[in-house]
């Protein structure tokens, strides 16, 4: 089966619904903006390629295709140095590509001014990285909070999001630790309800586990599955192939060039037709 599908153009930002808005606060973080019926690819990168300048140049990522559906949960796999987080920031447009198309929820991303990408980005994407990035004199909570500078959540309906979103992660009554009174496994969840808290269409993680002990990681993994179950769109990097394996999907990164292995389940199936 292809993953190419054919491209749909300039959709419009996550929209209210259609009738007036419901009085409650906003939804609890238990999974992603719904959105609209038939919706495009999460994801559709279009011989996307980025080359670092140097000298001498680098060619960090070569010309890839790759299609990542709503509720995908797809690993990156490589060595050290082969492109992963070079992929990982054009995914979370932290970063712009040297040659292709991007495609976000059918919306084509080279064409945005600067300001309406950090715009998307913050409505869109949720990060998690291996340091967590929390800031050290803020609360769980105000951590939380920082995410939701960019999205439309009045300001006296952040307080329950967030509050919603340190539930979901395991954390309703750490709300105003501060990081350091929290232990790894705990800073990374705390980055999870910030990554989570503006229902975004994709969680990008970076090595979520790469700082933790292996009874903190396999929390924070059983925390990852469980928000796919919940309908998120996940993209993790990982060295670990115990944290690869858990994904539906993997993509494999080897100097530049990205490749996806045909599952075992389809080349059987290919077998018996
Ligand atoms: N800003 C930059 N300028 C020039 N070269 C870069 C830059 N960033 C990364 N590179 C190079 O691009 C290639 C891919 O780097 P990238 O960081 O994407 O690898 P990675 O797969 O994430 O590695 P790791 O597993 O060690 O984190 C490497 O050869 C790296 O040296
Ligand atoms: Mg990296």
Do not use: W
């Not at 991007?102 to 600067?114: F, I, K, N, S």
């Not at 998690?128 to 803020?138: I, N």
């Amino acid at each position: 089966m292809s993953r190419h599908q054919p491209a749909r153009e300039s959709q419009a930002p996550p929209k209210p619904a259609q009738g007036p808005k419901p009085a409650q606060g906003p939804k609890p973080a238990q999974g992603p903006d719904p959105g609209q019926g038939g919706r495009p690819p999460v994801i559709e990168l279009r011989g996307v390629a980025r080359t670092y300048p140097g000298p001498p140049p680098v060619r960090a990522l070569r010309p890839a295709d790759l299609v990542i559906d709503a509720g995908d949960y797809v690993a990156v796999t490589g060595p050290s140095g082969s492109g992963k987080s070079t992929l990982l920031h054009l995914l979370g447009l932290l970063d712009t590509p040297t040659g292709g198309t991007y495609l976000l929820d059918g919306l084509d991303t080279g064409a945005l001014p600067d300001r309406d990408r950090s715009a998307l980005r913050g409505r869109r994407i949720g990060f998690v990285f291996q340091a967590f990035h929390l800031l050290a004199y803020r609360t769980a909570e105000e951590n939380v909070q920082l995410a939701q500078l960019y999205n439309r959540t009045p300001r006296a309906q952040r307080h329950a999001a967030a509050r919603d979103a340190l539930e979901r992660v395991g954390l309703g009554h750490r709300i105003d630790a501060l990081p350091t009174t929290l232990s790894g496994g705990e800073r990374q969840r705390v980055a999870i309800a910030r990554a989570l808290v503006n229902r975004p269409s994709l969680l990008l993680c970076d090595e979520p586990t790469g700082n933790l002990d292996s009874h903190s990681a396999g929390a924070v993994m059983e925390l990852i599955d469980a928000l796919h179950a919940d309908g998120f769109t996940i993209v993790v990097i990982s060295h670990d192939a115990n944290v690869a394996a858990r994904a539906n999907r993997t993509v494999a990164i080897k100097d530049g060039q990205l490749s996806e292995p045909r599952p075992a389940s389809a080349i059987a199936e290919a077998g018996h037709a």
